[in-house]
């Protein structure tokens, strides 16, 4: 995981005024706390790629994993 693109994108967010904890090193490498939302490094760099990282993005890509057994692990999807 390039950290610098991660950075970029934690900043990204902050100048969004989205709320964003500081990360935390888990067993998948880091996580923060999104709009109330735990999300992965890479979940973060994934919705960026994707142009997704705002709030509509973070909240639809929520709302697609709730309740799902495997959310930790899952990524967002292109939108084709």
């Known amino acids: 995981m ?10 990204s967010l902050k100048q969004q005024r989205i709320s964003v904890s500081r990360g935390m090193v888990g067993e998948d490498g880091f996580v923060f706390e999104v709009m109330g939302f735990m999300l992965t490094g890479s979940q973060i760099l ?3 790629e994707y142009g997704q990282l705002n709030a509509a993005g ?13 959310a930790r692990k899952a990524v967002p999807q ?3």
Not at 2 to 11: F, H
Not at 58 to 70: H, L, Q, R, Y
């Open 2 to 11: 390039a950290l610098d693109k991660l950075a970029a994108c934690v900043k």
């Open 46 to 48: 994934k919705l960026c």
């Open 58 to 70: 973070i909240s639809a890509f929520s709302k697609t994993v709730e309740g799902d057994p495997m």
């Open 78 to 80: 292109r939108k084709s």
